[in-house]
Nanobody, 115 residues
Framework: QVPLVESGGGLVEVGGSLRLSCLKSGGIFTVYTFGWYRQAPGKQRELVATITDSGSINYADSVKGRFTISRERAASTVYLQMNNLKAEDTAKYYC?????????WGQGTQVTVSS
């Protein structure tokens, strides 16, 4: 069973919006710190945003003011609202969950921004 399942990626034009979802299946949800990462072809995976169990949030400078991370306990889901998308946001986006010795990853969802 895949511990994290991402969805919501797709093809969008520059300036458009997408909302990514990350469903954590099974086990507890509330104690985890969740993060969204992305990896473009030929580049290293980079941090996009994180949200802790207490709701503290951190963003990469490149997405500040455009992306919003949130979590919904009842749905065991973390979201990444992406607005004013740019061509350089094109990448595969991965969800991550960390707690104690647990480090979970999803399989990723592709976001392509056309210019």
């Amino acid at each position: 069973q895949v511990p994290l399942v991402e969805s919501g990626g797709g093809l969008v034009e520059v300036g458009g919006s997408l909302r990514l979802s990350c469903l954590k299946s099974g086990g507890i949800f509330t104690v985890y710190t969740f993060g969204w990462y992305r990896q473009a072809p030929g580049k290293q995976r980079e941090l996009v945003a994180t949200i802790t169990d207490s709701g503290s949030i951190n963003y990469a400078d490149s997405v500040k003011g455009r992306f919003t991370i949130s979590r919904e306990r009842a749905a065991s889901t973390v979201y990444l609202q992406m607005n004013n998308l740019k061509a350089e946001d094109t990448a595969k986006y991965y969800c991550n969950a960390k707690w104690s010795h647990s480090d979970l990853w999803g399989q990723g969802t592709q976001v392509t921004v056309s210019s």
